[in-house]
């Protein structure tokens, strides 16, 4: 199964900030299967992206996602108190379906 | 807006047989995939299995031989059942809506808490 790492484990940033998430998969796949959730304390993980970078319904366009590769990038360009929470990357490209560890965005 | 509601026993001893179920209030159980997905601190998010809206099943390798994914159209529900569950099996469990086979989730439950403890 391809595995995804995520990178940080924790960024610490300020409301007004760039955030830059990384996941690297542990092996190439053709299509850009990869989609990023949101997850707050308490609550189901929330989609953001899929397919690398389109984003799904409702989602503010401070939210942006690419690929480079087997390198996939979220992108926050301004952070919002409502931003602060950890994410996490999914690859579905192949079956079992995985998940990246997350990455924690925390206020500084 | 789809919205999916789980229910099912969230305390279960060691070799006891998990069993949750998923309620799809938006409709049917057509055109997509329907999908449990566990979270624990140790694992993180892991996909279980899923449901097509014609009945095909797909599971997790790691999990096959113990999970049985069901659904019943009528009612617009989908079941999990976990067999001889030990404390590893100790987790949140999500039911989500999934986009093709191994897609992408756009709509979760709530969650259900599972611990296994003797």
């Known amino acids: 199964e391809i595995v995804l790492t995520q990178s940080p484990g924790t960024l610490s940033l300020s409301p007004g900030e760039r955030a830059t998430l990384s996941c690297r998969a542990s092996q190439s796949f053709s299509s850009s299967y990869l989609a990023w959730y949101q997850q707050k304390p308490g609550q189901a993980p929330r989609l953001l992206i899929f397919g690398a970078s389109s984003r799904a319904t409702g989602i503010p366009d401070r939210f942006s996602g690419r690929r480079s590769g087997t390198d996939f990038t979220l992108t926050i360009s301004r952070l919002e108190a409502e931003d602060f929470a950890v994410y996490y990357c999914q690859q579905y490209a192949t079956s079992p379906g995985t998940f990246g560890q997350g990455t924690k965005v925390e206020i500084k | 807006q789809e919205q999916l509601q789980q229910w099912g026993a969230g305390l279960l001893k060691p070799s006891e047989t998990l069993s949750l179920t998923c309620g799809v209030d938006?409709?049917?159980?057509?055109?997509?995939?329907w999908s449990w997905i566990r979270q624990s601190p140790g694992k993180g998010l892991e996909w279980i299995g899923e449901i097509s809206h014609s009945g095909i099943t797909n599971y997790n390798p790691s999990l096959k031989s113990r999970v049985t994914i069901s659904s019943d159209t009528s009612k617009h529900e989908f079941s999990l059942k976990l067999s001889s569950v030990t404390v590893a099996d100790t987790a949140m469990y999500y039911c989500a809506r999934g986009w093709g086979l191994t897609g992408y989730f756009d709509y979760w439950g709530q969650g259900t808490q599972v611990t296994v403890s003797s």
């Open positions: 938006g409709g049917s159980l057509s055109l997509y995939y």
